[in-house]
């Protein structure tokens, strides 16, 4: 944190003076340290480093302190950027020795490195800077540029557009699918060096650009990588270079059209401009030469203080907490500091498998990291197995933190190492651990998709893309979690057969009912082909299968942009191959309700209304349950309605309305037979009865039929579940 | 019920009936047995003016049909405010749309009527048309964005709604997702346009273009794409400025069979290349 008052540093602050609530709840200080990274401004020494020399022990010893300095080289362009280099050579040049600096370009092209040269470093610095092309025309910094969807955000809108720049005219001057490339590659970046950064001494991040990602498309990226930084403990400082006067504008236009304001900028959910004010940064937009920048950070920095506290169980929750920090000094002084930390379940007995990239040692004495209790070398086999062993299942604790942060090559290398496990320890054993571990990396995928991307699967696998979309609608492009993988290779090594263990079948049964009602239909596909590989006659596996490829029949699914749905069939090919599944399933037990009534719907939609009438039949026959047979007379209606019985549909939608009178779907079915009928003063009575229908948030004004998907899915899921208490509670014993 | 009213005939009996109607309570039910068609003629992308029934060549099924009426910008309209409010459509977006919808009804002639239809997965018809845009606005003003989409069954609602009284349906159907939760499916409420004299505006701000395409296709209506739902009233408002400029084209058909589908054809002789714009036919309804 930084205190001050007005531009004066404050340096002699005590703990005694200072409260930290913790979501508005006071909070013991452990240690209050000065720790100030001193910059002479101007070239002059700065009065307090002698401070730094001494060692400003009033209460704790200063940590090391990084500083990396990143160039984001495809929105900068080397001709445009001579003064802010100048800045940031003189900025690098007054760092005292003993702040540790790493300059890294966007995107990344090596290893973190940190230097401690100072010609090296300025050296490399020159390098970036010269390296820099931006990518388009330069229209980052208002409105039009890169907009997918202009409606998602204010920036993307006319508002916030100089009136003498077109949103087209704009728009053209880059394609939005370079800028959605560019921003993801930016954030997934910059979520890397979070990572590596994590866990060690406090670190500074500068980050200069000629414009950060905002845009609704990269929300979930942007959302990973605000989550990221809040859980490492950098700040982040962001310097914009001003680029909007290097546009040419039609004649007559004004000269300099204003970017969007910072404050706008902030006041968007999708911006990664949230990044200093989240970490306590400095910030500057439309900058020059970044000399006002500069000179702010060079306060910022040199009044920094290391507050640090223990967070209680209750903050260890993997969920964002408020801090807020107050002095009783009077005059008021001013103090700036991170808004939120997050902390994890900590696990005394488990040892921790630190693996990340980089140089990043272990935290000294962090504000929310708990220590080690264990640094006994594990070979990583080992590590994994005591990961699983003590991982809660259905947890988002420390050991699926731990292990979501492993590296391609751990994992193979504790994968590699089962084989000798398996020679060593009992095969009931080997297989716990396995189904442990199964569950743990599902764990990985389902509870921490923050961090689930870091491991992005060994290079035979290949990576599977998924698009996600919301109210059918699409707005990012993500990747399948490798760890959906990597648990289904280790069930593969049960023994004597994974197909004969019913635990496994139980783990692929809970975990596809899981994705489908979570509607992760790109990593449902893979999952369920595996499954029935294994399972190829199980009547669970078989319906889940038909349950998955009807919903991609939908609208929603078929309605993807074309790059988006490659792994899904048309809407014919869909149902056809629900059809297949769904049928398998019946002939397993023909009384499987849900699949007989999902049976029903496909082979109508297929046209089949005889196979449709026999599925809905068999359960309309034994079935008392009400969902069920409001469900069966709907179907029932849609057959009898396409093969022109309108009497008989007419009647069947009102027994569906008699079960569920606040329902919507049989007085819209019951308008629609009527008009086709030709009576449209009946058609227009159903409609009365709809407008009639409590309000949508009234409790009562539910409908099944818009359960009917998630429904049918919900005794598979909670298999899940299930599956993971057993295994708590076998823990305890 | 005034099933005679609903012909349409001339002008004067048309308005007449109208006015009687006012008087009384509306219901959703509407019937013609004459065929109406919206016509929208342009030259250059601007509306031609000042046609008679003369110019209006019409062929039912190839039949060539006696045009009985031709007016332009005369009768009231009954719009259809249909606008998804669906989890989609927050924050700001949902802003922009009270705004816009504000900004349309500012639009409507004392003799238009307006009703309010949203839409989540749960459908709500906010009351009957009506003149009191007022009570339209403020219905709007209420509503809280939340739920998946229910394109279809909404417009088939709307359809229903905007036929309730004499006077021109307009249904404006703004939507910005997929139906994820509608009972019917595309082609059963392609086949309810067919049936209805109704003119569908779709006005998209992402997703569902194809489906508001297919509904302005087979009304003869238009579908735009609104670049940021800060565009929304502008679109609205240029949409309902178009529908004005439309000639309503009447005729009872002869010499064609009731049921079934029948094609559509209007030529218009005009001086100068002009475009014409016009729902492609419609489904005869058993007598």
């Known amino acids: ?733 | 019920m005034t099933r005679g009213c609903q012909l349409v005939m001339p002008l004067l009996w048309a308005v007449l009936c109208f006015s009687l109607r006012a008087a009384q309570a509306p219901t959703f039910a509407s019937r013609t047995n004459a065929v109406r068609v919206d016509v929208l003629v342009t030259s250059s992308d601007r509306p031609v003016m000042g046609l008679g029934t003369d110019a209006f060549e019409v062929r039912d099924n190839g039949v060539l049909q006696r045009v009985e009426l031709v007016s332009f910008d005369q009768i009231p309209l009954n719009l259809v405010l249909t606008l998804d409010v669906s989890a989609s459509v927050s924050g700001e977006r949902m802003a922009h749309l009270r705004q816009a919808a504000t900004g349309v009804l500012r639009d409507l002639r004392p003799a238009d009527r307006a009703a309010l239809v949203t839409f989540s997965n749960a459908v709500v018809v906010h009351g009957k048309l009506t003149r009191d845009f007022a009570a339209v606005d403020t219905a709007m003003s209420r509503v809280q964005p939340e739920g998946r989409t229910a394109l279809l069954d909404a417009v088939h609602a709307a359809l229903v709604v905007g036929e309730a009284d004499a006077g021109r349906p307009l249904v404006l159907v703004f939507s910005d997702g997929v139906d994820t939760a509608s009972w019917l499916t595309p082609g059963e409420l392609l086949r309810t346009t067919r049936r209805s004299d109704a003119v569908i505006y779709g006005v998209t701000a992402r997703g569902a273009a194809t489906l508001l395409r297919d509904l302005g296709r087979a009304t003869g209506g238009n579908v735009l794409h609104a670049a940021a739902t800060t565009d929304l009233q502008t679109v609205f408002r240029s949409m309902l400025d178009e529908f004005r400029h439309r000639y309503l084209v009447s005729y009872t058909p002869t010499g064609v069979t009731s049921t079934g589908w029948h094609t559509i054809a209007v030529k218009v002789k005009a001086p100068g290349r002009v475009h014409v714009e016009a729902r492609p036919g419609y489904l005869g309804e058993p007598r």
């Open chain 1, 1 to 733: 944190m930084r205190v001050a008052r007005g531009d004066e540093p404050i340096a002699d602050l005590d703990p005694a003076e200072m409260t930290l609530l913790v979501d508005d709840a006071p909070r013991p200080i452990v240690s209050l340290i000065y720790s100030p990274v001193v910059v002479a401004s101007n070239g002059r020494a700065d009065p307090s480093r002698r401070d730094v020399v001494a060692g400003a022990t009033r209460t704790g010893t200063p940590p090391a302190r990084r500083v990396v300095l990143v160039v984001d080289r495809e929105s900068l362009n080397a001709s445009e950027t001579g003064q802010l280099q100048t800045r940031a050579e003189r900025f690098v040049a007054q760092l005292p020795g003993n702040v540790r600096i790493a300059v890294a370009t966007l995107p990344l092209g090596s290893t973190l490195r940190f230097e401690s040269d100072r010609s090296a470093l300025l050296a490399a610095l020159r390098t970036a800077f010269e390296g820099s092309a931006r990518q388009g025309a330069g229209l980052e910094g208002i409105a039009g540029f890169g907009c997918i969807d202009e409606a998602a955000s204010a920036g993307c809108g006319t508002q916030g557009i100089h009136p003498a720049i077109r949103a087209p005219e704009a728009r053209a001057m880059n394609t939005p699918a370079e800028w959605l490339v560019r921003g993801k590659r930016t954030l997934t970046d910059l979520q890397w060096l979070f990572r590596t950064l994590a866990g060690g001494p406090p670190s500074d991040i500068v980050i200069m650009s000629g414009a950060l990602p905002y845009q609704s498309a990269l929300r979930v990226e942007i959302d990973r990588t605000l989550a990221m930084a809040r859980t490492a403990d950098v700040r982040v400082h962001a310097v914009e270079l001003a680029n909007i006067g290097r546009v040419s504008l039609p004649e007559g236009g004004p000269e300099s059209p204003p970017p969007l304001s910072l404050d706008s900028l902030h006041e968007l959910n999708d911006a990664a401009y949230g990044l200093p004010v989240e970490t306590g940064g400095v910030q500057a937009l439309g900058t020059v030469s970044g000399a006002a920048f500069f000179e702010q950070l060079a306060h910022e920095l040199s009044s920094t203080y290391l507050l640090s506290f223990e967070p209680t169980d209750t903050d260890r929750d993997g969920r964002p907490h408020r801090i807020e920090i107050r002095s009783s000094r009077r005059p008021p002084l001013t103090i700036q500091a991170r808004k939120t930390f997050i902390a994890y379940p900590s696990s005394p007995a488990t040892p921790r498998t630190h693996s990340a990239p980089g140089e990043a040692p272990p935290p000294e004495a962090p504000l929310t990291t708990t220590s080690l209790t264990s640094r006994r070398p594990l070979s990583r086999t080992d590590a994994w197995v005591a990961l699983a062993r003590s991982h809660q299942a259905g947890a988002r604790d420390r050991e699926l933190i731990d292990v979501a942060q492993w590296n391609s090559g751990d994992l193979r290398n504790a994968l590699n190492g089962l084989t000798a496990l398996g020679r060593r320890v009992p095969t009931d054993t080997l297989n716990d651990a396995l189904l442990r571990g199964a569950l743990l990396h599902a764990d990985v995928a389902l509870l921490a998709p923050d961090l689930a991307l870091q491991f992005q699967g060994f290079p035979e696998w290949g990576a599977l893309h998924t698009v996600e979309a919301t109210d059918g609608q699409a707005f990012g492009v993500s990747v399948v979690s490798a760890h959906w993988h990597l648990a289904r290779a280790l069930l593969d090594r049960v023994q004597p057969r994974p197909d004969e263990d019913p635990r496994v079948l139980r783990w692929y049964r809970g975990v596809g009912g899981t994705l489908l009602a979570n509607r992760q239909f790109a990593a449902a596909l893979p999952h369920l082909d595996d499954a029935r590989r294994l399972f190829p006659r199980d009547r669970d596996i078989n319906a889940l299968c038909g349950l998955l490829h009807e919903a991609l029949a939908d609208a929603a699914s078929q309605e993807l942009p074309g790059d988006a749905k490659a792994a899904v069939g048309t809407s014919h090919s869909e149902l056809r191959a629900s059809r297949q599944y769904l049928s398998r399933a019946v002939e397993t037990d023909p009384h499987d309700d849900e699949a007989q009534l999902h049976l029903g719907r496909v082979c109508h939609l297929l046209g089949d209304d005889e196979a449709a009438v026999a599925a809905v039949s068999s359960v309309m026959s034994r079935t008392r349950d009400a969902r069920k047979r409001y469900i069966g007379e709907l179907l029932t209606g849609a057959i009898h309605q396409a093969t022109g019985r309108l009497d008989s549909a007419r009647e069947s939608f009102e027994r569906a309305a008699g079960l569920y009178p606040m329902a919507q779907a049989p007085l819209v079915a019951l308008s629609y037979i009527a008009r086709e009928a030709g009576d449209r003063s009946e058609s227009a009575r159903y409609i009365e009865q709809l407008a009639a229908l409590p309000p949508p948030a009234a409790l009562e004004r539910d409908d099944p039929w818009w359960h009917y998907q998630s429904a049918a899915v919900a005794d598979h899921a909670s298999v899940l579940e299930t599956l993971r208490a057993e295994l708590r509670d076998r823990s305890t014993q």
